[in-house]
């Protein structure tokens, strides 16, 4: 089967730097994909992976190694409104979406 | 606002019952996708319907169906509930029916949370 494993919890203040880590067993994907949620809010996509290295948007960044199946979500310049859950999701060869078990992040002032 | 309608916003039933939760995908959108996600739990893929067909098949329960109408908009049907089916189901859109290797983004609708008593 599939699976990913992610921190249930993360804290850091505003302005730091937190890397929220996704690793995986699954026999095979497309590639990785993150997403952010708000407490009662529906998930936003936030970055893709579709091969190895780091991937840029703007505060974020996301990276992959599928030799080490292994992946993270970096967030720079903490704010107060990235509280949040955030989510590592793949989509495997057999069509079906795996989500992990979300990060939930708390920016302290 | 994602552009991905769902109704109704809450809902609040008895064990045994049945129910229909309808989405609506961004104009455009021929791919829409249903996930559960229970308390403090993590979004289940559930199934994904693209251009009225099914394409593929999470986990999904026997007591719950679904299909994609020649309009676009998607009904999940829930059948049989039980106390555990209470939790939020989220619809989701996209362009295409993702190729491999391609990315195409999911667009959630708000959810409707579902209610066993």
């Known amino acids: 089967g599939q699976s990913l494993e992610q921190p249930s919890e993360v804290t850091a203040v505003e302005g730091a730097i937190v890397q929220i880590n996704c690793t995986y067993q699954?026999?095979?994907?497309?590639?990785l994909s993150w997403y952010q949620q708000h407490d009662g809010g529906a998930p936003t996509f936030l970055s893709y992976?579709?091969?190895?290295g780091l991937e840029e948007t703007g505060r974020f960044s996301s990276f992959l190694s599928r030799s080490d199946s292994y992946g993270y979500l970096l967030l720079q310049e903490l704010q107060m409104k990235d509280s949040a859950s955030y989510f590592c999701?793949?989509?495997?060869?057999?069509?079906?979406?795996?989500f992990g078990p979300g990060t939930r992040l708390s920016v302290l002032p | 606002d994602s552009g991905v309608t769902q109704t109704p916003k809450h809902l609040i039933t008895a064990t045994g019952q049945r129910v229909t939760l309808r989405c609506s995908p961004r104009?455009?959108?021929?791919?829409v996708y249903w996930y559960q996600q229970s308390l403090d739990q993590g979004l289940q893929f559930l199934i994904q319907?693209?251009?009225?067909?099914?394409?593929a098949k999470g986990n999904i329960l026997e007591r719950f169906s679904a299909q994609q109408f020649p309009d676009l908009h998607s009904e999940l049907n829930l059948s049989s509930l039980e106390l555990g089916d209470s939790a939020l189901y989220f619809c989701?859109?996209?362009?295409?029916?993702?190729?491999?290797?391609?990315?195409?983004?999911?667009?959630f609708g708000p959810g409707t949370r579902l209610l066993v008593l």
């Open positions: 104009s455009g959108d021929l791919s």
């Open positions: 992976n579709a091969l190895d």
């Open positions: 989701a859109s996209s362009g295409g029916p993702v190729t491999s290797g391609g990315q195409e983004t999911q667009y």
């Open positions: 319907y693209y251009n009225g067909e099914e394409r």
């Open positions: 699954t026999s095979g994907f497309y590639g």
């Open positions: 999701a793949v989509r495997n060869y057999g069509q079906n979406f795996v």
